[in-house]
């Protein structure tokens, strides 16, 4: 292993190349990353480098978006089938039909979704400021996208906005049910937790704190609690058990993993960095039309 990440550095500085790592990669990818984080953080990074190539190790939605803010950067995902169930949730067709049964409402989109329906939103949000977005629409009713638990926890948290969703939803956040959380309460007295808003909004509403991955590692960071119950992808816990030793972590269910994260290796890093494949293109139509709700998401985010 160390022989390879060796050679992945040595081509990141040849190709000026980076390398961007969502928290729930294998943990081993940070090794080589020079980003890792959430999907707000990794796009402001994809936007504001100076690199030539992006290796995006993350699933296609987020390489997807690279490219869209970053078009004259070459975007890489190393494995070609790392998709996002929740993305794949919602297609062109369903994003017009969904528009057309509410006309005049803005429309705000996740950014777990294909570039077709962004290119048909008026603004895109994250995990970390879907609240933030929604509001900043002053607006009483909005349309939200693919991932309805989002949405309806966005609608809880706003007093007079109404979030009309789609119905998608995150299968691995969606797993997670009240019962799950009233039995960590009761194992776990003493701990914190900490949960991803793409989980049910009657689960979240039981949470500690509620927000993005990022959110949750800033969470811990500043806490000067012993024990946490995390409520996401096992990625996050991952790091949170390497960085903080002498504290206790706890992920809530043991299958808390998303498959399509976990499929990029390191050797498909150094693979497509060297070979340069697996690159990400886009319809320039398609690229144009959805920029403007990324842009206007990174504007308010600022
Ligand atoms: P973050 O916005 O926290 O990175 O979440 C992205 C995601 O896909 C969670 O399932
Ligand atoms: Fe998509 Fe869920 Fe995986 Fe996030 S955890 S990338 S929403 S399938």
Known sequence: MKNLIEKIKKLKEE?????????YQNIEIDEVADFVGDSLYLSQMAKTTNADIIVFAGVYFMAQT?????????????????????????NHEQMINFKKNHPNVPVVCYINSTAEVKAECDICCTSSNALKIVK?????????????????????????????TYDGNCPVHNNIEIRDIELARKNYPDAKILIHPE??????????????????????????????????????ADRLER?????????I???????SMK????????????????????????????????????????
């Not at 004259?72 to 794949?88: H, I, Q, R, T």
């Not at 269910?253 to 498959?259: D, F, G, P, V």
């Open 253 to 259: 269910k043991s299958n808390m993993l998303c498959e």
């Open 136 to 164: 900043s629409l002053n607006n009483s009713k909005v349309l939200f996208l693919p991932d309805a638990n989002l949405g309806k926890w966005v609608e809880s948290k706003l007093d007079g906005v109404e979030v009309i």
């Open 199 to 236: 989980c049910k909004p009657e689960v979240s509403r039981l949470g500690d704190y509620v927000g993005s991955t990022s959110g949750i590692m800033e969470y811990v960071r500043k806490s000067k609690d012993k024990q946490f119950v995390i409520v996401t992808e096992k990625g996050v």
């Open 66 to 90: 690279a490219k869209i803010i970053s078009p004259e950067k070459k975007v890489l995902l190393p494995n070609a089938n790392a998709g996002c169930l929740m993305a794949d949730m919602i």
């Open 263 to 302: 499929l990029t290796t390191l050797e498909e890093i150094l693979y497509s960095l060297e070979h340069e494949v697996n690159e990400i293109t886009l319809d320039e139509n398609v690229r144009k039309r959805s920029t403007g709700c990324i842009e206007r998401m990174l504007k308010a985010s600022k």
């Open 15 to 23: 190709k000026n190349a980076v390398i961007l790592a969502h928290s």
């Open 243 to 251: 960085d903080y030793p002498d504290k206790k972590f706890i992920l």
